[in-house]
């Protein structure tokens, strides 16, 4: 069995809250309370946007990469 493997992009949306999103596939935006929660909820999300693309008969792009970075900008 193959596997794709996927830069998922997480992000503090307060209140205990996790944000994540896929560059790869734009069609992917999710939260959950926590880390955890948060990674559950993108694999779902990814696992259902390649289910849809593949019914429609879209591509499946080749896997990508992020990079977060902190850069300093003088005030």
């Known amino acids: 069995m193959s596997a794709y493997t996927f830069s998922v992009?997480?992000?503090?949306?307060?209140d205990g809250w996790v944000y994540a999103?896929?560059?790869e596939l734009p069609e992917v935006h999710t939260q959950?309370?926590?880390l955890d929660k948060a990674r559950e909820m993108a694999r779902d999300a990814i696992e259902l946007v390649?289910?849809?693309r593949r019914a429609r008969?879209?591509?499946i792009p080749p896997t990508g990469w992020a990079l977060v970075e902190p850069l300093e900008?003088?005030?």
């Open 21 to 23: 999103h896929v560059p």
């Open 73 to 75: 900008i003088a005030a």
């Open 32 to 34: 959950g309370r926590g």
């Open 9 to 14: 992009v997480y992000e503090d949306a307060g």
């Open 57 to 59: 008969g879209s591509d």
């Open 50 to 52: 390649l289910a849809d």
